[in-house]
């Protein structure tokens, strides 16, 4: 049963997400910037969990902006997800996740008649031992108030190739 999320879900959630450390990060910073509680907040967007009884068994993110991320080792968790976000297709604008399980949740999307403008895979992030280095990158340093208005502008410009929407 899918039900939102709430602040006395955020235990469970935690664990649920850190079982996966890397993977469900976003969604457990999400959570931590008040998403449980603030749902309009600096999160924006909501979190539904999929529950068998108590047993929390998938998290899914509905942003306001129509990102959808969602983490579930289960098949029948993601059909019922992408159900979900089916619902709201109007919104939806990008599906991020585990190439196979984004494959496995836009099956069921499409088989729906949800179509995707493109379709692409992309590597966020890898760590592993080989790419992990005691060494500080010695040309990194903090950003700095200085650094918003070009961060910003490159931010905006990298969307805007990805998805050919302009966010400013």
Excluded: C
């Excluded at 850190?18 to 969604?27: K, P, Q, W």
């Excluded at 196979?100 to 760590?127: I, K, N, P, Y």
């Amino acid at each position: 049963m899918l039900k939102p999320l709430t602040a006395r879900h955020a235990p469970a959630a935690y664990v649920f997400l850190a079982a996966n450390g890397l993977r469900d990060v976003f969604l457990a910073s999400k959570i931590h910037e008040g998403a449980l509680t603030q749902p309009d907040g600096s999160a924006q967007g909501r979190f539904l969990g999929a529950f068998d009884g108590d047993k929390l068994e998938g998290v899914l993110f509905l942003g306001h902006g129509g990102l959808v991320v969602f983490a579930s080792e289960q098949p029948h968790v993601r059909r019922r997800f992408a159900e979900k976000t089916w619902e709201e297709r109007a919104r939806v604008r990008l599906v991020v996740g585990e190439w196979e399980q984004v494959t496995d949740f836009w099956g069921h999307l499409s088989a729906s008649g949800l179509t995707s403008s493109r379709d692409w895979r992309e590597v966020f992030m890898v760590a592993s031992p080989l790419t992990l280095t005691p060494e500080r990158e010695p040309a990194l340093r903090f950003a700095t108030a200085d650094d918003l208005i070009p961060l910003a502008d490159l931010a905006a410009r990298a969307y805007l190739e990805e998805t050919g929407l302009d966010p400013l």
